[in-house]
């Protein structure tokens, strides 16, 4: 492309200013080729002719499109020159006020002079973890980088600060610093971050000073290394420091300071401490008066001092190391006071008694007579010989400011050394990041050793600068497999070789201070014959021979030779060191050590994880105590400057370029000429001439497709992107040389861009002028239609008048008709409906009547048969149980019969053994022995017939002694009924009082007809005052008039002043439940962190060999530790909530505490109450106990004894038998045909009849057990729960009782019950007769009272007494009201309390009777039926709603269903909050058997066990989702069935039923609303971290509406695209994910409140995310991102009404973003506009507006940026807001959460556990 293509009449042009360094001027002719000169027009309107250079013909540098202008990154410049840095730089400080640019992988941070609030925490957390090229420039974008490579690469990395003193070097590095500290997230307990942070204030104190060009001038450059560990979190720290400036201790200039530490010092003098320092104000010492600028402006050098204290403390220096520094620092204050006179011309002389001698010796601990000798002399060594020679005073004055320089630089070290060792650790360092903030080029009038040793320095650091850049647009052409030239840059190696290369100056400089005659001249000369013809770039100047000048990269300097010599020495008079070493004083003595303690700071520390540390001075312990093998200053600064660039190569470095805009200090003003000597200086222009040098302007495929869409044809447009730009790029560029396409990006050369983008322009601007056309065309046409449209409708609308004109008059004939008809009809139904109504009333009369007389006789009679029914049904039980008993004994008796008769027939056939002898001779023998054992069997038998007749005679004699305890009992029985005729004696008497008090109040009724009458008599008086106050009406009515409206304007007042205080009262409650959450919050995370510290002491005990056992009670101690603690910390938030909110209303506070008070008194007498209540229960349960007691004794003692005595006779009856059996088996087994023998069958079949008589006797036994057994259970559950169980198992080891058994214990039973009942009735009487003896108290004192106020009432005058009467009355009728009332709830609650007991205990009989009617089964059906199996069907039972589990079982029941439950098959498969429910089960039984340990142990793990299951699984969304839905429920379950009024008004009567009857669990409510807070709170933080991706590249970088926003150039910083590639998320990414979090709550079974709440706090993140970085994206402030932002705001509102959820106040949070897309949008020019704005964005603050307008940048050229007055002018008008200065939105921010009561119609019993969730242990209740 020819240069005549570019430029063109109207092309932009620079050219060179005198002022303004580059002057802006427009073509207004064509350029053609062979032209001379230009002719331009400039900015203000004046022609002019630009001459071309005849020899080069170049012609000026082509300006930037406008839309190019204020760009984030200079290489994103079309044009890369010094004017388009220069312009671009001062439109971004000046008109956007922003001091941050990029330039490649520079920052160019430029000085504002004024603070600016873009460095808060807030600002920190929105540039973390962001890529650099996302966000806005920002010292923290390059720190962020750095620390993301760190972690990435696993490469330390390096922060290269520079710049001219005042231009910002050490806030940057400071910064740095302080993001690292911020985002590093360290949990060390030695507070590393505070440490480092901690030495910039005693950095600055002794090492910065005010300069004529800043405040707080660095004068010494430093290195901070900042070590990590393998978690990337701050560890230690390490500083080295270069070339500290000593000479100003001694000299300062004009309007310049010495160090702030000599200030801070003399300001605080008043201070005690500092009495001994003798100090006082700074113009009394030399040191710090020369500058005459003792004050700077805005700064309190006391509190800085106070800082820099607390600084010191903070780093470990204690009090006394602190107080010898400032000892030493006076010191040399008063050294530089010291006077030297001269005594001769070759000899100097201190006058005695020198004050500040004086002073300094003390201080320092030394000799006045040896300081003040050698103050004057100096000692000289020859071979032989040595002298001691007098100094004149000048050389005296400078051997004392050489020695304070020298302390000076020996306690600047010491202080380096101590901070260094403060910031070590013992820790490993992993990896590291050096910050260094090192002095820019200097060049002043006068330049001086100093300033060689800075140039130098930067000479070095510019040589790796280039280096570097060189390297990195290699590696992307060699990326981008690009054919590449080697570029030409400027090196200077031959400056750093003229300076360090051997017989360079420094060189030359150290052998001239080793001569003994050596001078400055001298050593001029030997750079003049050595470097002037062999050095380019080493000149002399004309007029001085005691000067030279080098040619450095940025500018020529000269450097004056005098002090050369001195200073690179650095000498001091030996004998004063001496003087000093030989102090009293440690510390100065610990200054001037020798050896390792004097080394430097920076030398390798143990502890830093074995890696070498480069020093900073080199290694003192090689140094000889000769001058001879002393090293130089400049040697010293060589070898530091080459250690730091070997650290700085190993490193990846990062650069800021501070500039100063201006000498004067003033903010917010570019001056060009200061800043283009800075930019040339620091590299700046360096690096765009390197970029400029080959393909400077880069785009990606995608990103060129979008931009340049418009330039394609439709034909042209092909799938492949990268080939359709190739043919794009053919056609609109011929030149090939002018771009190269890489493998992902296309290269341009510099100048294509806009050119470019002027073709793109062109298509625009001929588009617009073609939608111009149509739209005019449209709106004309519009316009005619709605003319003639109008016409037509005036016609319409007249004619339509008319009609309804007519039409009107013949309704209103019509309707006069129709009222008149319904008037009469009305009448005559009013007539008939009277009379039917009369009748109607007379038949509802009668028949009501007749049908209660029916109604009489049909319940009489149903009350007969059901009276006959209970009768016959009781005479037929009678008859039938008696029948009963009759065949049973009938049985027994046939029974007994036939045994006889069948023992006959056996002793008839025993009788006859005769016969057997004569045919078995040999059986004899064996009939003689059955028949002894028989014989003995017998005895036996008699022996046990004998024992039971001695039992029969105990049972009669039992029955007697029963039969008197019967009669005993009768006997209290006629007592009781005595005590009731005493009752009826009672009534009686309170009749008789009833009839006095009935006469009472017949005198009482007397007394009101007197003053009815008396009443009377004053009305007619009053009538009379009527007519008197006749006159005074109108004057009333007027005055009532004045009072209405004004108690209506005063009524108006308190509605606005109440409607404004309780929206101050709502806004104090949220900020108060926001402070109380944000308590809860931060008490949360000290408990992770507690654990987490927790579990680290017990790992690192793990690790230890050997074992300790734990406790097995530790657990649950611990858990009952844990939330008693909680619950201590949630009192003390609530105390500390009292304390912020008292004082709030004073007249409030003293009425609740009155009503506490009362409160305190009520409940402390309903306390006592309770306790005399339960004292006589105890002491009634204690006498019925005992009484018990003693009759069970008795009978226990009897029944054991007895049941050991049957158990021992059966014993022996069964070995008996089983012996018998053997024997005969025996016997049998002998003889022959034995088995067939009579006798042996006979024997047998006795024994087999006499075992079955026994086990149907043990069936008998175990009938009649079951039978006791359940009749024992039914009087167990109709007595206490407090009757002992001893009987029951007393009964159960029953084995083989009677028939007689059954009746004893029937009688006893019956006995006991008649007893209980006796004696319940007689706690009965007993309570009636108390109260009934209280009311009649109290009968008695309302009697007194009534007549005490009867003769008060008489002594009264008549008006007072009806009052006073009347009064009485009232109050007394309250009195009763109230008592009434009180009785009547007290009624109900017991009512519904006695009914659920009546319930219970129905139910439980029924299930007994149930259970005795199948036991009760008779003998003999048992014995003479069969028992077949029969399949019984099982009642279902009625549950209570109740889990019972076992003690042990408590922790498989929260392992179960806490720790281990998997929340995705919960809430798919089962009901939701199925968890909670069955833990509120579970604590119900608890509650109903009365034990509170098991409350306690089941509420405290479950609080515990969901906290660990959210710390294991607190980012899953599910279990965090879960587990709250869960734990509400909990909560609402705990308030809905706890017994509370207020929270059973939706309860069923089932559910009433089912509340928690024992425990108060109020507190414990507390406690899980807490933890259900600390729950939300994590779900909050877990759908934040699921959003925070999505919302920046689905909010503003994608295009929803593609091609609305067209893609600008990005520059060198890789930008995330706004084009939808694979893994980007879109605005559909952001909707999908909220609908998933939506259904997740729905299926867990969140409460819509709360879930409301949830996604009003989802819509508040996403509208902060996104307003913060559009507030911090200068790339994303234009209309049409404007115009993508609303549109994803409808977006989200749609989704919103679809989920029913547009009243939950979400939409209200994206009002401050939908604000800023308006602002974004509207016209931004004139006045009208300003107010516009000002009455639109209500939500945005002041901060946030003017940003936005500052941030605003065109995407097409047909926009037009905010001008600077326009802001200006919206900050005047916006001036009075009262808001928060505030940039940011706090995206941390949590609304404060409320859980609304929401109760749950499910049913408790209905509930079912299912089996995959392993809860068999559980059993229902």
Not at 1662 to 1679: F, H, P
Request: glycine share 4%; with cysteine.
């Amino acid at each position: 492309m020819a240069a005549s293509e570019l430029y063109t009449k109207c092309a932009r042009v620079w050219i060179p200013d005198a002022e303004e360094v580059w002057k802006s001027a427009e073509l207004i002719k064509d350029y053609k080729n062979g032209d001379s000169s230009l002719q331009l027009m400039l900015d203000d309107g004046k022609n002019i002719e630009h001459k071309l250079d005849p020899k080069t013909k170049n012609l000026p540098y082509l300006r930037n499109p406008d839309i190019l202008v204020g760009e984030n990154d200079l290489t994103a410049l079309s044009y890369l020159h010094e004017p388009a840095v220069l312009h671009n730089l001062k439109v971004r400080f000046m008109d956007s006020k922003l001091i941050y640019t990029y330039c490649g992988i520079v920052l160019v941070a430029i000085n504002p002079y004024e603070p600016l609030p873009i460095y808060g925490s807030d600002i920190i957390n929105a540039y973390s973890g962001q890529n650099m090229g996302d966000m806005d420039p920002h010292i923290f974008a390059v720190a962020e980088e750095a620390y993301k490579q760190m972690a990435r690469d696993e490469r330390n990395q390096s922060i290269i600060v520079s710049g001219e003193s005042g231009a910002g070097k050490t806030v940057s590095a400071k910064y740095a610093m302080r993001y690292f500290a911020t985002v590093s997230d360290s949990t060390s307990e030695t507070n590393v971050e505070q440490k480092v942070l901690a030495s910039n204030p005693i950095m600055e104190a002794i090492g910065n000073a005010k300069t004529t060009r800043n405040d707080n001038s660095s004068r010494f450059g430093k290195y901070i290394e900042i070590g990590f560990d393998t978690r990337y979190r701050i560890i230690g720290a390490n500083m080295r420091t270069y070339l500290l400036e000593k000479s100003r201790v001694v000299f300062q200039a004009d309007e310049e300071r010495n160090y702030h530490i000599f200030y801070q010092l003399c300001a605080s003098s008043h201070l005690p401490e500092f009495k001994t320092l003798t100090l006082s104000n700074a113009d009394d010492f030399l040191y710090t008066r020369q500058g005459r600028s003792p004050v700077i402006d805005g700064v309190d050098d006391t509190k800085e001092l106070s800082n820099t204290r607390k600084a010191f403390t903070l780093l470990g220096i204690n009090e006394t190391n602190q107080m010898g520094l400032f000892q030493v620092l006076a010191a040399i204050l008063h050294l530089g006071n010291v006077q030297i006179k001269d005594r001769d011309s070759d000899s100097s002389v201190i006058p005695p008694n020198n004050c500040h001698l004086t002073a300094f010796c003390d201080l320092v601990g030394v000799s006045y007579q040896d300081m003040s000798q050698w103050l004057c002399h100096r000692k000289l060594k020859t071979a032989t010989e040595t002298y001691i020679k007098t100094l004149p005073r000048l050389q005296a004055t400078n051997a004392r400011d050489a020695l304070s320089k020298h302390i000076y630089a020996k306690l600047f070290n010491w202080i380096v050394e101590h901070v260094n060792k403060a910031l070590i650790t013992n820790i490993k360092q992993h990896s590291f990041i050096g910050v260094l903030d090192i002095y820019g080029f200097e060049t002043f009038e006068i330049n001086s050793f100093e300033q060689f040793c800075i140039n130098y320095a930067n000479e070095k650091l510019q040589q790796q600068f280039n280096m570097h850049v060189f390297k990195l647009e290699q590696e992307e052409y060699m990326r981008e497999q690009i054919p590449w030239t080697l570029i030409d840059f400027y090196d200077n190696q031959p400056c750093i070789n003229l300076i360090e290369a051997k017989m360079g100056i420094l060189d030359l400089l150290d052998e001239e201070c080793k001569m003994p005659k050596g001078s400055d001249d001298s050593w001029a000369q030997k750079l003049y014959n050595t470097h002037l013809k062999t050095c380019s770039l080493f000149e002399k100047p004309r007029m001085s021979n005691r000067a030279f000048i080098i040619q450095h990269f940025a500018d020529k300097v000269e450097y004056q030779c005098d002090g050369f010599l001195e200073k690179n020495k650095d000498t001091v008079n030996e004998e004063q060191i001496n003087v000093l070493k030989a102090s009293k004083f440690p510390l100065l003595v610990e200054l001037f050590q020798d050896g390792e303690k004097a080394a430097s700071p920076t030398g390798q520390a143990p502890g830093t994880g074995g890696r070498t540390r480069l020093s900073l001075k080199p290694d003192k312990g090689h140094d000889k105590s000769s001058k001879e093998h002393k090293k130089t200053v400049g040697c010293q600064f060589r070898n530091s400057l080459q250690m730091l660039m070997g650290t700085l190569n190993a490193t990846t470095p990062h650069y800021v370029r501070c500039i100063k805009p201006n000498d004067f200090k003033m903010g917010f003003s570019f001056d060009p000429k200061r800043a283009v000597q800075q930019l040339r200086a620091c590299g700046v222009l360096e690096t765009i001439r390197i970029s400029a040098a080959g393909f400077p302007s880069r785009w990606t495929y995608q990103e060129f497709f979008s931009r340049y869409r418009v330039l394609m044809k439709q034909k042209d447009v092909l799938p492949d992107k990268k080939l359709t730009c190739k043919n794009v790029l053919e056609h609109l560029v011929q030149d090939q040389d002018k771009y190269q396409f890489g493998k992902t990006k296309i290269f341009f050369r510099a100048g294509q861009v806009a050119y470019l983008e002027k073709l793109r322009s062109e298509k625009l601007r001929a588009a617009c002028v073609r939608i111009q056309k149509t739209i005019r065309c449209w709106l004309a046409r519009k316009k005619y239609l709605r003319k003639r449209s109008s016409a037509i409708t005036i016609q319409r609308f007249t004619r339509g008048y008319q009609a309804r004109c007519l039409a009107k008059f013949m309704r209103r004939s019509h309707a006069a008709t129709v009222i008149q008809k319904y008037q009469r009809m009305c009448v005559e139904r009013k007539r008939y409906r009277q009379k039917q109504a009369a009748a109607l009333v007379v038949q509802t009369i009668l028949r009501a009547y007749m049908a209660r007389q029916k109604y009489q006789a049909l319940l009489r009679e149903s009350k007969a048969v059901i009276i006959q029914k209970r009768v016959r049904g009781w005479l037929a039980r009678c008859w039938y149980k008696r029948c009963l008993v009759s065949i049973v004994y009938l049985q027994c008796c046939f029974r007994r019969m036939k045994a006889r008769r069948q023992l006959k027939k056996l002793k008839i056939e025993a009788r006859s053994v005769e016969h057997f002898k004569k045919l078995n001779k040999g059986m004899e023998n064996k009939i003689m022995q059955l028949q002894r054992k028989i014989d003995e069997q017998n005895k036996d038998k008699r022996l046990v017939n004998e024992r039971l007749v001695s039992l029969e005679t105990t049972y009669t004699t039992e029955s007697e002694r029963m039969r008197t305890e019967l009669s005993r009992l009768r006997g209290v029985e006629e007592d009781a009924k005595n005590k009731g005729n005493q009752v009826t004696s009672l009534l009686e008497e309170l009749e008789k009082l009833r009839k006095e008090l009935s006469s009472t109040q017949k005198e009482k009724k007397t007394i009101e007809d007197w003053a009815q009458t008396y009443r009377s008599e004053m009305e007619t008086m009053v009538s009379e005052l009527k007519e008197q106050n006749g006159s005074l009406k109108k004057e009333k009515d007027d005055l009532n008039r004045l009072i209405q409206e004004q108690s209506q304007q005063m009524t108006e007042k308190m509605v606005r002043a109440i409607a404004e205080e309780t929206q101050q009262l709502e806004s104090d409650l949220n900020e108060e439940r926001s402070r109380y959450q944000n308590l809860l919050t931060e008490h949360r995370r000290l408990e992770e962190k507690h654990d987490d510290l927790k579990e680290e002491m017990v790992s690192s005990n793990g690790s230890k060999p050997g074992h300790r056992r734990t406790d097995s009670t530790h657990s649950s101690n611990e858990s009952e530790y844990t939330y008693n603690s909680e619950y201590a910390e949630l009192e003390e938030g609530s105390r500390a909530a009292e304390d912020v909110t008292r004082g709030i209303d004073t007249s409030l506070t003293l009425k609740l505490q009155k009503r506490l008070t009362e409160l305190e008194q009520e409940k402390q007498s309903l306390r006592n109450e309770l306790e005399n209540k339960e004292d006589q229960f105890q002491r009634a349960r204690a006498r019925d106990d005992v009484e018990f007691k003693k009759a069970r004794g008795a009978e226990l003692e009897y029944e054991s004894l007895k049941r050991q005595e049957l158990e021992s006779e059966n014993k022996k009856l069964k070995h008996d038998l089983s012996e018998i059996r053997q024997s005969l088996l025996g016997k049998a087994a002998t003889g022959a045909g034995a088995p067939g023998s009579p006798a042996y069958k006979v024997v047998l079949e006795q024994l087999n009849s006499s075992c079955e008589e026994l086990e149907v006797r043990k069936e008998e036994v175990l009938i009649l057990r079951s039978q006791l057994v359940s009749q024992k259970e039914a009087m167990h559950h109709k007595e206490t729960m407090t009757e002992p169980s001893v009987f029951v198992e007393d009964v159960s080891k029953l084995k083989d009782a009677g028939e007689l058994k059954q009746a004893y214990m029937g009688l006893k039973d019956t006995n006991r019950l008649l007893e209980h009942q006796l004696q319940t009735q007689r706690r009965g009487y007993d309570n009636e007769v108390e109260s009934l003896r209280g009311e009649l108290q109290n009968v008695k004192e309302e009697n007194n009272r009534q007549q005490q106020l009867l003769a008060q009432n008489l002594q009264l005058p008549p008006e007072a007494r009806i009052e006073a009467s009347l009064q009485h009355e009232i109050t007394r009728l309250t009195n009763e009201n109230l008592d009434l009332m009180e009785q009547l709830e007290k009624q109900d609650r017991t009512i519904r309390k006695l009914k659920k007991q009546l319930k219970v205990y129905s139910k439980r009989i029924g299930e007994m009777g149930a259970g005795q009617t199948e036991g009760q089964t008779s003998p003999g059906q048992m014995v003479d039926e069969p028992i077949h199996p029969v399949n019984i069907p099982r009642r279902e039972k009625d549950f209570q709603g109740m889990l019972e589990y076992k003690k042990e079982d408590e922790l498989k029941l929260v392992k179960n269903l806490i720790l281990e439950l998997k929340p995705r098959g919960v809430a798919v498969n089962l009901i939701p909050g199925l968890p909670a429910y069955i833990l509120f089960m579970c604590l119900r039984h608890a509650d109903y058997v009365n034990d509170d340990q098991k409350v306690r142990t089941l509420l405290t793990s479950t609080i515990n066990s969901i906290k660990k299951i959210l710390k294991k699984r607190g980012d899953d969304f599910e279990t965090v989702s879960f587990w709250l839905a869960n734990t509400c429920r909990f909560l609402h379950c705990l308030k809905q069935y706890s017994g509370d009024e207020a929270f059973m008004k939706h309860n069923t009567q089932r559910q009433n039923e089912h509340t928690l009857s024992n425990f108060d669990l109020a507190e414990y409510r507390q406690v899980i609303s807490d933890l259900a807070i600390q729950i939300y709170q994590q779900l909050i933080k877990c759908m934040e971290n699921i959003l925070q991706p999505m919302i920046v590249s689905g909010m503003l970088e994608h295009e929803t509406i593609q091609g609305v926003s067209g893609v600008k150039p990005t520059g060198l910083r890789k930008r995330t695209s706004s084009i939808a590639d694979e893994g980007t998320y879109t605005l559909d990414s952001i909707l999908r994910q909220l609908s998933a979090f939506h259904s997740t709550m729905c299926q867990h079974g969140t409460d819509p409140e709360l879930i409301k709440q949830v996604v009003k706090q989802q819509f508040y993140i996403i509208g902060a995310v996104t307003l913060n970085n559009l507030l911090l994206r200068k790339d994303m402030c234009s209309w049409s991102k404007g115009m993508q932002i609303r549109y994803n705001v409808s977006q989200q509102e749609e989704w919103l009404r679809d989920k029913g959820l547009m009243l939950c106040g979400a939409k209200e949070t994206l009002e401050p973003l939908i604000q800023a897309a308006q602002l974004l949008q509207v016209k931004k020019k004139t006045d009208e506009d300003a107010d516009a704005i000002c009455s639109m964005c209500l939500a945005l603050t002041t901060a946030q507006i003017v940003k936005v307008l500052n941030l605003y940048t065109p995407v097409n050229e047909f926009e037009e940026r905010v001008s600077v007055s326009f802001i200006r002018t919206i900050q005047t008008r916006l001036r009075d807001r009262c808001e928060s200065p505030q940039l940011l939105m706090d995206t941390k921010m949590i609304y404060p959460v409320t859980f609304p009561f929401s109760p749950s119609s499910l049913a408790l019993e209905t509930i079912q556990i299912p089996s995959s969730l392993n809860l068999g242990f559980l059993t229902r209740v």
